[in-house]
């Protein structure tokens, strides 16, 4: 056992860094690009860096002994392939790739399942992170592992609904729920996080907060701009973004 959580404090800043790299780099590319055309942008690479992400992050929570989290990101990870293939015919559907992402969905809810069982025994069902250079205070309340759960479950739900409304569509993109979903789970998280001394995670929460009330004005702008157009009272006038 302490063999182990050396290793988990080992990787914890290397693995937990590289994938909030990507999530970070997915989130300033769609910023930019969507700044410089006025409207919302969504492309390939938003979910190629979302899928690197998912899969690393996935990693990095199974670990750390998070399975609630590492479900969730095995659950995205789904997603980004999905909106990928959605995007059209240079992303073609691999059955093999998409058995792979299913195998680890289904691999992280076998492990959540079993360390829930066992909870009352040696296996915990929710791991304090192990964190270098940083004394852990005791496991927290039961309060502070749902509120958690709950920021990350409406943080993670910004996909879910995403995705219904991408296959519904037929095309990939980013709608004002999504940023309304990622503020607030973000928000959420963050608090939980930061209570619990999780600096990676923490940070990753945070760190999107500006994209996301920026793109949240952008896609207000466009509604509102949009109302103009189809009023026949009122004189449209372009978006200021």
């Not at 969507?34 to 899928?51: P, Q």
């Not at 399942?113 to 192990?130: D, I």
């Not at 004005?217 to 466009?222: A, C, E, F, H, V």
Request: net charge positive; proline share 5%.
């Amino acid at each position: 056992m302490d063999l182990f959580n050396e290793w988990r404090a080992l990787l914890y800043f290397p693995l937990g860094i590289v994938p909030q790299i990507f999530f970070a780099l997915r989130f300033l590319v769609q910023w930019v690009r969507s700044e410089k055309a006025g409207v919302l942008l969504v492309d390939a690479l938003f979910w190629r860096l979302s899928l690197a992400g998912n899969l690393l992050s996935f990693l990095h929570y199974t670990i750390q002994g998070q399975y609630p989290f590492g479900l969730i990101q095995a659950g995205n990870g789904l997603i980004a392939w999905r909106n990928l293939n959605l995007m059209g015919k240079k992303n073609p559907c691999s059955t093999a790739k998409t058995l792979f992402l299913f195998g680890l969905f289904l691999s992280q809810a076998l492990l959540l399942f079993a360390a829930l069982e066992w909870s009352a025994g040696k296996v915990e069902w929710m791991h304090l992170p192990k964190v270098p250079f940083v004394l852990a205070e005791g496991q927290p309340s039961i309060f502070w592992h749902l509120l958690g759960m709950a920021g990350q479950g409406l943080f993670a739900s910004r996909f879910w609904i995403q995705w219904w409304g991408a296959e519904r569509k037929k095309s990939s993109s980013l709608g004002r729920n999504f940023w309304y979903l990622s503020l607030w789970g973000s928000l959420i998280s963050a608090v939980y996080f930061m209570h619990i001394r999780d600096l990676i995670s923490c940070l990753n929460q945070l760190f999107g907060i500006i994209p996301y009330i920026r793109n949240l004005i952008l896609s207000l702008n466009i509604s509102q701009y949009a109302i103009q157009q189809n009023d026949p009272n009122r004189v449209a006038q372009p978006p200021k973004f």
